[in-house]
């Protein structure tokens, strides 16, 4: 799987899996805009895809802020030369049982988790459809497709956002723009390292592989999807999730 000469957007990309994802397609010769709401660690990152030999950007994007959406798309497609693979990454939790879920831990959940998608597609897909080329992987998460108690916004965003990538899947395949899902399981990033021990072992016993995933695991499989290796797949998921669900 070879990716050089492409240029890769990969959002949330200062830490945790997206970091991991965007060292991978570093790795494998892609160029990587580096993009999150925290600059500074954008920019960690950044140099560690320059040390390996690639071009990089470092980008402050609230994804959830269109406007800024398009600046990036544009900056990215100036100075890269190109935008072949995006990587919908940014995500947050703010868990809660329905009852005393407050009205602003919907929003900003659906904001950045299911609106950033919608905005940094819509603002990537203007370059790829001109170059008749691309990628787009959305990270959406096992909740997404099970549920989980106290996770409602975060579930109702990540299977928002396997409807959106089936949708957009089928409206820009004429043009050789492939869309797919990844849903991880639980993978151990500071997301999850606020997880009590009990809830971590009680989690263990649902994961027939016996251990939570790390961020390379998820990175190995958007590294398939944003190659030519899955030229002929899209409106997938892609379950990493150590057979907790199957
Ligand atoms: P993380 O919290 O470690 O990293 C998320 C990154 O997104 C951070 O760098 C943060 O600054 C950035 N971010 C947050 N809001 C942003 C915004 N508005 N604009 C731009 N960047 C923003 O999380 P993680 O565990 O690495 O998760 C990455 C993705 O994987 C998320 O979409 C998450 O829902 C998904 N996921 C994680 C797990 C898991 O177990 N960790 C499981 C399934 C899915």
């Known amino acids: 799987m070879q990716l050089s000469g492409r240029v890769a957007i990969v959002t949330g990309a200062g830490q945790g899996i997206g970091k991991a994802i965007a060292l991978k397609l570093a790795s494998y010769g892609a160029d990587v805009a580096v993009v999150d709401i925290n600059l500074e660690k954008a920019e960690e990152t950044a140099k560690e895809v320059k040390d390996m030999g690639r071009?990089?950007?470092?980008?402050?994007?609230?994804?959830?802020?269109?406007?800024?959406?398009?600046?990036?798309?544009?900056?990215?497609?100036?100075?890269?030369?190109?935008?072949?693979?995006?990587?919908?990454?940014?995500?947050?939790t703010r868990d809660g049982l329905l009852l005393?879920?407050?009205?602003?831990?919907?929003?900003?959940?659906?904001?950045?988790?299911?609106?950033?998608?919608?905005?940094?597609?819509?603002?990537?897909?203007?370059?790829?459809?001109?170059?008749?080329?691309?990628?787009?992987?959305?990270?959406?998460?096992?909740?997404?497709?099970?549920?989980?108690?106290?996770?409602?916004?975060?579930?109702?965003?990540?299977?928002?956002l396997i409807g959106f990538t089936k949708s957009v899947a089928r409206e820009v395949a004429s043009r050789n723009i492939t869309v797919n899902a990844v849903a991880p399981g639980f993978i151990e990033?500071?997301?999850?390292?606020?997880?009590?021990?009990?809830?971590?072992?009680?989690?263990?016993?649902?994961?027939?592989?016996?251990?939570?995933?790390?961020?390379?695991?998820?990175?190995?499989g958007v590294l398939f999807l944003a190659s030519n290796a899955s030229n002929y797949i899209t409106g997938q998921v892609l379950n990493i999730n150590g057979g907790m669900a199957m």
């Open 100 to 160: 005393r879920m407050k009205e602003e831990d919907w929003d900003s959940v659906m904001n950045i988790n299911l609106k950033g998608a919608f905005a940094c597609t819509k603002a990537v897909l203007k370059y790829m459809t001109k170059m008749k080329w691309g990628r787009i992987v959305n990270i959406a998460s096992v909740v997404g497709v099970m549920g989980n108690a106290g996770q409602a916004n975060y579930a109702a965003s990540k299977a928002g």
């Open 189 to 220: 990033t500071a997301m999850t390292d606020v997880l009590s021990p009990q809830v971590k072992s009680d989690l263990l016993n649902k994961i027939p592989l016996g251990r939570l995933g790390g961020a390379n695991d998820v990175a190995m």
């Open 55 to 92: 071009k990089a950007l470092a980008l402050k994007v609230d994804v959830s802020n269109v406007k800024e959406t398009e600046e990036m798309a544009e900056k990215v497609f100036t100075d890269l030369e190109g935008i072949h693979i995006l990587v919908n990454n940014a995500g947050i």
